[in-house]
């Protein structure tokens, strides 16, 4: 197909709520480490990683080597056989989540089925029902999961559920009380006890986060706010959920998960995108009491796929080897500073957040009165494109630049990357 019949076979046959970045579509043709083509040859450098899903380069040879092997040897059989790469990959899981005290998986084919299992595992351990989630988050595209999201844009028909409530997330940058951290002492964190005690029944199931919010916008909390929540959500008979479908697997730097920033572990960890590097997988890994609570029947036709097992297994196998959540920690404070560097040049850039090679672009107005400017922020992807870079968008009012390129990019990336950017807040 031509790139016009591409672009109109999708606006006749596709769902038109499958939207795309960009006034004219982009066609994608082929993809090499941190490079993407257009239809037309172009080469791109690609700094948004499939939303946070390239983990470890566009198509690996190491991991797409040993996902043939697989393939050739055997596809599918369901959960209701045993076979080796989904016991490896478990057993490894097991071996790296905090403290070693998650090690029960569950695997399923997104993010969204992972949260779900979650929320089914948090209700049968506790005997409740209720959740509390936080203002701004993004937990899926399913019924419960987009209950659960705190943004209204992508709660689509009729996404509400009884049950779950809303805390306040630690937006720094647009404190829903007016304060300043630290002088704040965590007013958001602690109002989670007062949100128990009025909105809820007072024994909740559970606390589902994303230590730093993804469709958000990078909504990254000060150190010592899930500590505070853990601990009043555990008090009043609930479990954490860390929600790391974009912060894990060594994307926020130094750790294999995000939580672990924070000092908390939690009870449940979900997760996928950057565990496939492109291969759908969802994770839902739990402490064995939490998991044994899960009692009846329940299968996964494809959940924990041999294919997609073996590509995770081999994703986390070179993540560990090349040592790169090491150098998504070194990378990525380069990569802060040239973010720095472009807020003194350009005062459409109001906030610059994030970890690791996990980080955002916040652009207003104005900075005294931080009016957010999505049309601003609208230019500048689409000048970003004509400069040949692929970054991604998001933040409730849609006025965050995100940028997550993959793991094992270097100093040079940047340098490039750094580059272009600046030449598209020229041109926008």
Known sequence: MTKEEIILASQEYLFPAVFHYYREPLVIARAKDQHVWDADGNQ???FFGGIVTISVGHSNERVNRRLHE?????????????????????????SITPDGRLTKSFFTNSGSEANETAILAARCYTGSSEIIALRHSYHGRSALTM????????????????????????????????????SCDLRCARDVEELIRTTTSGRIAGFIAEPVQGVGGFVTPPREYFAIVAGIVRNHGGIFISDEVQ???????????????????????????GLGNGTPIGLTVARPEVAASVQGLTISTFGGNPVSATAAKAVIDFIEEEGLAANAAETGAYLREKLLELQERHPLIGDVRGMGLMQALELVEDRQTKTPAPEATAQIMEAAR??????????????????????????NDIDEFAGLLEASFKGA
């Open 247 to 273: 912060t894990g697997w060594g994307r926020t730097g130094g750790k294999w998960f995000g939580i672990e920033h924070w000092g908390v572990v939690p009870d449940v960890i979900t997760s996928a995108k």
């Open 70 to 94: 697989q393939i050739d040897r055997l596809q599918h059989v369901s959960t209701l056989f045993a076979t080796e790469p989904v016991a490896a990959l478990a057993k490894k899981i097991a």
């Open 44 to 46: 791109y450098l690609d």
């Open 386 to 411: 004509e400069n040949r870079l692929l970054v991604g968008k998001g933040g409730l009012y849609g006025n965050v630049l995100r940028i997550t390129p993959p793991l094992n990019i270097s100093r």
């Open 147 to 182: 209950a659960l999201t705190g943004q209204s844009p992508w709660k689509i028909g009729g996404a509400l559920q009884p049950g779950v409530v809303f805390a306040h997330n630690a937006y720094c940058y647009r404190c829903p009380f007016g304060l300043g951290y630290p």
